[in-house]
């Protein structure tokens, strides 16, 4: 069976003055950070050894979080961006087979983000964006931001929302649990709010044909669908987007498994918001990439809907 893994994380030493700090107070243990960035800076021999020996035909690579959203100067964040663009580019280049990419933007100047994205996708050949939550604290449901929803409808192409391993801000009720901060739970609250943000701010109402991704099974929202679906008619009028909040997440939000290798999760997502916008990932280098794709291999599905979640739905949606 093809597989095709849709969030494979990659680096560039350098491109991120901040990076090397932030990677510094990571709360993980020194050996598996290490292990983390010795293949985040691989983009051929590791790389390419890992997916053979597990049956990875296809990474869609992504610039690794922190990413160019902790940058201050925009005019710094514009030239990291593009010098992340080149480097991911060359390297689908010589591997045109194996990999393709989303683009990193830089949101800190909206203008310039779009002049980036239609560069990345029409020169580059990119399939799409990913992004990583937040903005130095500014979302992407702000006015700011319309022109890069505009132009992402315009050509076609996903956002996928990450999480941001710097949190805007700081939650009362994680002090003393940092397991909580990080992926375990923080992580997915956060994102998932984001995605919530986009929809209750209108921003698929007016960009019908946006659409983003969402790891970790779509960050639990496909779970709370009837439970968000409940509260649609207490919102008042002049505040009520067109539908109700799960025909967004059935027709904007394409749901990835990255990081969540359980049975039970996949099919409720896929029960939640349907076998054709549910499609594989692993997470690699932070994830395990034979638990992934025995995990997919060993999934209780017909064989053509298995086809679709591992590669079917990434070819059609990301034109790969």
């Known amino acids: 069976m093809r597989i095709v893994a849709v969030e494979e994380a990659f680096s560039v030493p350098g491109a991120i003055r901040q990076e090397e700090a932030i ?6 243990p020194e050996a598996i950070k290490q292990e983390w960035f010795r293949r985040l800076d691989d983009l051929t021999e590791l790389r390419l050894a890992d997916m053979d020996a597990n049956g990875v035909d ?3 690579l992504s610039y690794s979080t922190p990413g160019v959203e902790v940058i201050e100067d925009p005019a710094e964040a514009v030239a990291a961006a593009r010098r992340i663009n080149n480097h991911l580019a060359k ?5 045109p087979t194996r990999f393709a990419g989303f683009a990193t933007l830089p949101l800190q100047d909206p203008k310039a983000a779009v002049v980036e994205l239609r560069r990345a996708v029409t020169e580059l050949g990119f399939k799409g964006v990913l992004h990583n939550d937040h903005v130095r604290g500014h979302y992407l449901d702000e006015p700011r931001f319309r022109p890069v929803w505009r132009e992402l409808e315009r050509l076609g192409v996903t956002l996928y929302l990450h999480p941001a391993v710097v949190p ?13 901060v990080g992926p375990s739970w923080g992580w997915t609250a956060t994102t998932g709010a984001h995605a919530l943000r986009l929809i209750y701010g209108g921003v698929f109402d007016e960009f019908p044909r946006a659409s983003v991704m969402l790891g970790h099974m779509g960050e639990l929202l496909p779970f709370q669908m ?5 509260r649609y008619d207490q919102v008042p009028a002049e505040h009520r987007i067109q539908h109700l909040p799960s025909y967004y997440l059935r027709n904007n939000v ?6 969540v290798m359980s049975h039970a999760a996949l099919l409720g ?9 549910v499609l594989f990932s692993i997470d690699y280098p932070f994830e395990s990439s034979a638990e992934a794709v025995g995990f997919l291999r060993s999934a209780p599905y017909a064989p053509a809907d298995l086809a679709s979640i591992a590669h079917g739905n990434a070819e059609r949606v990301l034109r790969l």
């Open 23 to 28: 990677r510094q107070h990571m709360a993980v």
């Open 58 to 60: 296809v990474q869609v």
């Open 91 to 95: 390297a689908i280049a010589a591997h």
């Open 168 to 180: 805007a801000d700081n939650w009362h009720v994680f002090d003393g649990y940092p397991v909580l």
């Open 226 to 230: 009837a439970r968000l679906d409940s």
């Open 254 to 259: 394409y749901v990835t498994t990255s990081g």
């Open 269 to 277: 997502a896929v029960h939640a918001v349907g076998v054709d916008r």
